[in-house]
C-alpha cells in the first residue's frame, strides 16, 4: 500500500529526497485523513521518527534532522516526500513510510512501506 522510492548513495553534505506513494484502494479517497511519517533504523537501533506531517498539516521533526529534513504531502497525488539536505554519515539508515489514523473509537490503522536504503559515506 505504501511504496518508498529515492534511496540511494550520497556523499556527506549531500542532498536526496525520498518519496512515498500511497497507492491501492485503502487511500484511494481517503489520503488525506492520515497522518504521514518517515521513521528510521540503522543496524543495532531501533525503528525512530525522522519527521510527521499530520492531516492537518503540522509537522514535527526528530532533534536530529530539524533544520535539514522537510516533510511534505501532496494529497491530491497520494505522496508523501522527505528532502534531505546536509546529509551526514549518521543518516544512513533504511528509511521507512507509515501511515497511520486512529479513530475515535479507538480503532488504529497504520500501514508501513517495505523502506528504502540511505547510505551517507565519501
Known amino acids: 500500500q505504501l511504496k518508498e522510492s529515492g534511496g540511494g548513495l550520497v556523499q556527506p553534505g549531500g542532498s536526496l529526497r525520498l518519496s512515498c506513494d500511497a497507492s491501492?484502494?485503502?487511500?484511494?479517497?481517503?489520503?488525506?485523513?492520515?497522518?504521514m511519517a518517515w521513521y528510521r533504523q540503522s543496524p543495532g537501533k531501533k525503528r525512530e521518527l525522522v519527521a510527521l506531517?499530520?492531516?492537518?498539516?503540522?509537522?514535527t521533526y526528530s532533534d536530529s534532522v530539524q533544520g535539514r529534513f522537510t516533510i511534505s504531502r501532496d494529497n491530491a497525488k497520494n505522496t508523501v516526500e522527505l528532502e534531505m539536505d546536509s546529509l551526514k554519515p549518521e543518516d544512513t539508515a533504511v528509511y521507512y513510510c507509515?501511515?497511520?489514523?486512529?479513530?475515535?473509537?479507538?480503532?488504529?490503522?497504520?500501514?508501513w512501506g517495505q523502506g528504502a536504503q540511505v547510505t551517507v559515506s565519501s
Open positions: 491501492g484502494s485503502v487511500f484511494f479517497t481517503i489520503f488525506s485523513i492520515f497522518h
Open positions: 507509515d501511515a497511520e489514523k486512529t479513530l475515535s473509537g479507538g480503532a488504529k490503522y497504520e500501514y
Open positions: 506531517i499530520k492531516s492537518d498539516g503540522n509537522t
